[in-house]
């Protein structure tokens, strides 16, 4: 199996991702092609002693950033890492594409170049969301800002599956968390849409308990929904922390909880799921976290790889 990695996406790159790309091909034996500076990349793997071992660079002269309009940048930018990526997994010299640059730019991308399923209008940015009963599949979040009552269908069909295949979750359960004008047509169509077990909406509130496995909603309520998790979840263990340095008693209390603490905070940390695959795309194509640190990059790939091996 062989794994498109952009070696230049991120706030970390190339640093963070020739990390978590070189611990990816030793712990789960994968093949991986990285797309980017070659000349960078082999000057930081060696700075820093990383093995290219199982990592075959190919060389690109432009990279898109942060700030580039994303239709302009694919467009333009050609020998851009994503571009060359993209395209690279559309003629089939990889089975998946890792990233964790601009998410405008993979969108568009993973549209125009490795183009969508049919039936499928455009990609929806999926992740996996820790909650307190179980992580859930939170999409669209942050790809499709306006969204149809059928595309939000659509995300319904992609998102279950996505559960069953990757997750091996049985008859996974399907809820709307929509506050827009096309809302109740979006519930009728859910509601006999085939092969989604759809249980009605879901206030906001009520997403964090993790009481179903897919939350399907509009990419800018999705964004504000996985951003406030992320930030409270930082918020929430750094007061735990602050609670028990204050004193000695705190310091005590941690010696006790201490399996407990770091249970949760392994539960909380997004990096343990790696990134958000575009659902939708005919091959895999998957978003790493923009401030991803080596272990995120890990993840994504091993997520890619389990897209792959599943058929997705």
Do not use: W
Not at 66 to 78: F, H, L, N, Q, T
Not at 168 to 181: D, E, F, K, M
Not at 286 to 293: E, Q, R, V
């Amino acid at each position: 199996m062989k794994i498109i990695v952009d070696m230049m996406g991120g706030d970390n790159a190339p640093l963070a991702v020739l990390e978590g790309t070189a611990a990816a091909v030793k712990e789960y034996g994968v093949e991986v092609i990285g797309v980017g500076d070659e000349a960078l990349v082999r000057k930081t793997a060696a700075e820093h002693n990383i093995p290219l071992d199982g990592i075959t660079l190919h060389n690109c002269t432009e990279t898109i950033e942060m700030c580039d309009e994303p239709a302009r940048a694919i467009r333009s930018k050609k020998d851009s890492s994503i571009v060359v990526g993209l395209n690279m997994l559309k003629n089939g010299e990889g089975d998946a594409f890792v990233s964790a640059g601009s998410t405008g730019a993979l969108h568009v991308g993973a549209s125009l170049i490795v183009r969508t399923l049919r039936g499928v209008k455009r990609p929806a940015l999926a992740t996996m969301v820790p909650a307190k009963k179980q992580a859930y599949l939170l999409l669209d979040c942050g790809a499709n800002v306006e969204c149809r009552p059928e595309m939000l269908a659509a995300f319904a069909v992609m998102g279950s599956c996505y559960v069953n295949k990757v997750e091996g979750r049985q008859n996974p359960t399907v809820a709307l968390a929509n506050n827009g004008a096309e809302e109740k047509e979006a519930h009728q169509l859910l509601k006999v849409t085939p092969g989604v077990n759809f249980v009605g909406n879901i206030e906001p509130r009520d997403v964090p308990n993790g009481e179903v496995d897919v939350v399907v909603c509009d990419g800018f309520a999705g964004n504000v929904i996985l951003k406030l998790t992320e930030g409270v979840a930082k918020m929430l263990l750094g007061m735990l922390k602050q609670m028990f340095l204050a004193n000695l008693g705190g310091k005590l209390a941690y010696l006790l909880l201490k399996g407990g603490v770091s249970d949760l905070k392994h539960q909380m940390d997004s990096e343990e799921y790696g990134g958000a695959p575009f659902l939708g795309a005919k091959q895999p194509v998957i978003k790493a976290h923009g401030s991803s640190k080596a272990k995120g990059i890990k993840n994504a790939i091993r997520q890619a790889k389990i897209c792959v091996e599943n058929d997705l």
